[in-house]
């Protein structure tokens, strides 16, 4: 599971900051184009492209980075003193880490989406749930202004043997055209030292009608 949450992040999107306000203790971050905007605590390290290519895109063609660069944003961050995108999705992860990401759908993908989709889309909850290696402790379908639709889920998940704590969001437009999605994760223990901040981020989460 860390491997596909790595293969998401290998292509991220330039970062755009809008620093906060004076003493806010926020930067926020933005994609104008697909009106999505959040917040992180200005210590946490926000990773663009250059940083993730350098890291992880070794494996990728220049035709598989072209394609993922047209039809995705991608933003990471990492709370870590020493941050590495190599924490994103690490069950021992000792501090929060993070994705955002919208991406545009095609047909075939638009025609299949369904909820345990959505679910399932950063971890495949669903199995480890049949496995017994994960517990939900918070799950909500969601309906906001302007048609968009989704879930917001707090999990723990066992992944190698390590278990973590997951908060994702994720929701389609109207015309289930895009999805947009957030993740924050980190140790068991992380999570629960953490929750404040984590919550602050994950209710910043916009996504406003185009």
Request: hydrophobic share 40%; glycine share 8%.
């Amino acid at each position: 599971m860390r491997r596909r949450i790595v293969g998401i992040a290998a292509v991220l999107m330039s970062v755009v900051v809008v620093a906060g306000c004076a003493d806010s203790g926020f930067n926020y971050v933005k994609s104008s184009e697909d009106r999505t905007y959040f917040k992180v605590p200005d210590r946490w390290t926000l990773f663009d492209e250059r940083d993730l290519l350098r890291v992880l895109g070794a494996d990728m063609t220049a035709a598989e980075r072209r394609d993922e660069l047209a039809d995705t944003w991608r933003v990471a961050f990492d709370a870590a003193p020493q941050p590495s995108l190599r924490h994103l999705g690490a069950p021992d992860a000792e501090h929060p880490v993070g994705l955002a990401v919208v991406r545009n759908l095609d047909f075939d993908t638009s025609d299949k989406v369904s909820l345990s989709t959505l679910r399932n889309y950063f971890f495949d909850v669903d199995k480890a749930l049949e496995e017994g290696t994960a517990d939900v402790g918070e799950y909500e379908e969601i309906q906001r202004d302007g048609g968009f639709r989704g879930s917001h889920m707090v999990a723990t998940i066992e992944v190698d043997g390590t278990r973590m704590t997951i908060d994702q969001t994720i929701l389609l437009d109207q015309a289930t055209r895009k999805l947009y999605g957030l993740l924050v994760s980190c140790s068991v223990g992380c999570f629960d030292e953490n929750r404040g901040k984590i919550r602050t981020v994950v209710d910043s989460w916009t996504v406003r009608e185009e």
